[in-house]
């Protein structure tokens, strides 16, 4: 079982609709992480926040917007999403920034219509 | 850039059979870790490899580090139809947080 969870499993959306994907965890890892998984694809970066600090924002259009309201829960906001967004999107966390063994969730997997 | 590479890029074994992953990068790396990935579910670690050393195992996984040629192999032996599955390389670079994923191996193991 893994310790990242991550909700809703399954979105659909509107290009018009505003949602949030949920992640959370309590090992007491202080640095979360956003991935983008197409399919047949690895996962690419998107955000890394180590102590509740947005670090890393891989260039990420402004339609995803990622938020960590405390040091076990992140975020991630959409609006006016594209159908090109669909995808497998992964929580992950770590020791901070230690370059080490990350732990993901199973995903919530978006649909844009 | 894309750091690591990975192949071959599917796999098919009969259960029993070793398989036998490559993965390739390109800049000066922290360690090197594999993931499995089952369809559509998570990714799970299998085991990270330092740059300072130059094999490590755990179970039935062997992994190989060769820094001079920038690359690393995961070798599963005595494979069942459990491990079918993705198999991800991802590289750690040096002074770096980032970890970078490689393109990944299909392996499918038959019964």
């Known amino acids: 079982d893994t310790e990242v969870t991550q909700t809703p499993k399954h979105l659909v959306m509107g290009m018009t609709n505003k949602k949030s994907l949920k992640c959370e965890q309590h090992m007491g890892h202080r640095a979360m992480y956003w991935y983008k998984q197409k399919a047949k694809k690895p996962p690419e970066l998107m955000f890394v926040?180590?102590?509740?600090?947005?670090?890393i924002n891989e260039s990420v259009p402004s339609r995803f917007s990622p938020e960590c309201p405390n040091s076990s829960l992140l975020n991630l906001h959409l609006h006016a999403l594209q159908p090109e967004d669909s995808a497998l999107y992964l929580c992950?966390?770590?020791?901070?920034?230690?370059?080490?063994?990350?732990?993901f969730g199973e995903g919530s997997r978006l649909t844009v219509l | 850039s894309q750091q690591g590479e990975e192949d071959p890029q599917a796999l098919s074994i009969q259960e029993g059979e070793n398989a036998t992953m490559n993965c390739s990068y390109k800049?000066?790396?922290?360690?090197l870790q594999w993931y499995r990935q089952n369809s559509g579910r998570g990714l799970v670690h299998l085991i990270l490899?330092?740059?300072?050393?130059r094999e490590k195992h755990s179970g039935r996984l062997r992994v190989t580090l060769d820094t001079s040629k920038k690359s690393s192999s995961l070798l599963i032996t005595a494979s069942r139809a459990a491990d079918t599955a993705s198999y991800f390389c991802a590289t750690s670079s040096t002074g770096g947080s980032r970890l970078t994923f490689g393109e990944g191996t299909q392996l499918t193991v038959n019964p």
């Open positions: 926040y180590s102590y509740e600090k947005l670090s």
């Open positions: 800049t000066s790396i922290n360690n």
């Open positions: 992950a966390s770590s020791q901070p920034l230690s370059a080490g063994e990350l732990f």
């Open positions: 490899i330092r740059s300072n050393e």
